[in-house]
């Protein structure tokens, strides 16, 4: 069973970057892709994209290409997210899932991420 | 992309009481990829239902799945305290979309 745990709440000035990592813990860590999941305050939850640490290879929703970046670093189970050119919009917890045959198994606790004048 | 539309948006039931859950797809899901989600305040989502009508491990036989092609249901055959939630449908034929979920809340 993996176990993710995230790092901590992030305040961003718009126009910075951010980069949330998700360590791995518990299982083998490339038998799952790492997706990444947000959800703006109240709403829904809108997948971002997802990294295949065996493969080395990233696979970004439409809505975030050119503005996402996702790695992962085999040797400590970490995955990270980096999110550039951040909007008031992208305010949002953002979560890590490891993924099996695209459903979201296992979570991390959530990041929360704010973007602040 | 698939567009997930879930209905009711909200709806308020009594402990005991069934609930169904209507998620509709803007066209055929591929394999009836289609999984469940429920999620309480300040936690993560929590996976229950997978590939339109398998219980995830450990989810409770109360919560079952069904559907094929464009329109799949999660039904609570007797609602129990813990399980007022919202609850998401996904798909992942293609590109992951989720619905934008249904609120459960105690009547």
């Known amino acids: 069973q993996l176990h993710l745990v995230q790092s901590g709440a992030e305040v961003k000035k718009p126009g910075s970057s951010v980069k949330v990592s998700c360590k791995a813990s518990?299982?083998?860590?490339?038998?799952?892709?790492i997706s990444w999941v947000r959800q703006a305050p109240g709403q829904g939850l809108e997948w971002m994209g997802g990294?295949?640490?065996?493969?080395?290879?990233?696979n970004y929703a439409q809505s975030f290409q050119g503005r996402v970046i996702m790695t992962a670093d085999k040797s400590t189970g970490t995955a990270y997210m980096e999110l550039t050119s951040l909007r008031s919009d992208d305010t949002a917890v953002y979560y890590c899932?490891?993924?099996?045959?695209?459903?979201?198994?296992?979570w991390g606790q959530g990041t929360l991420v704010t973007v602040s004048p | 992309e698939i567009v997930l539309t879930q209905s009711p948006g909200n709806v308020s039931l009594s402990p005991g009481e069934r609930a169904t859950l209507s998620c509709r797809a803007s066209?055929?899901?591929?394999?009836?990829?289609v999984a469940w989600y429920q999620q309480k305040p300040g936690q993560a989502p929590r996976l229950l239902i997978y590939?339109?009508?398998n219980r995830a491990t450990g989810i409770p036989d109360r919560f079952s799945g069904s559907g094929s092609g464009t329109d799949f249901t999660l039904t609570i055959s007797r609602l129990e305290p813990e399980d007022f939630a919202v609850f998401y449908c996904?798909?992942?034929?293609?590109?992951?979309?989720f619905g934008r979920g249904t609120k459960v809340e105690v009547k």
């Open positions: 990294f295949t640490p065996i493969f080395k290879t990233a």
């Open positions: 518990g299982g083998t860590f490339i038998n799952y892709a």
């Open positions: 899932a490891g993924e099996r045959s695209g459903t979201f198994d296992y």
């Open positions: 066209q055929s899901v591929t394999a009836n990829n």
């Open positions: 996904q798909q992942y034929g293609s590109s992951p979309t």
């Open positions: 590939a339109a009508s």
